[in-house]
């Protein structure tokens, strides 16, 4: 069984972990640029007006705005890729039916598809 002065060790040890968290400098990271992997968040979270609250004023209203703003921005990509592929689409593949597509292999799909996204992207640099 755990005695007294074992519950009351514990519980000195455990302020003086609160006192060492409270006392010791933060993390340089959060005063850091962010990461290129998240740069695109910061900034879809900086370009939103603050006059703007569809979504409320608290930190889910911001959440949610920034995800709203995030999703219209990935079907603004989608929708000009969809269009880069029909417009570098051959003119055989933009004239066969469904059934012509479906037979035809995998690899053949794939690598048109990665050259119209490649071309997609060379022209949105």
Do not use: M
């Amino acid at each position: 069984s755990t005695g007294r002065w074992r519950k009351l060790a514990w519980l000195g040890l455990s302020h003086a972990q609160a006192l060492a968290i409270a006392v010791t400098p933060r993390s340089a990271v959060i005063y850091a640029p962010p990461a290129d992997e998240t740069a695109f968040l910061v900034e879809a979270a900086a370009l939103r007006p603050a006059s703007a609250a569809p979504w409320g004023d608290g930190r889910f209203g911001a959440l949610a705005a920034t995800l709203a703003q995030l999703r219209s921005e990935d079907e603004r990509r989608r929708t000009a890729l969809r269009a880069a592929n029909a417009r570098t689409a051959p003119a055989s593949v933009a004239a066969e039916t469904g059934a012509e597509r479906g037979a035809r292999t995998g690899a053949q799909t794939e690598a048109e598809t990665g050259a119209a996204r490649k071309e997609t992207i060379a022209v949105g640099r």
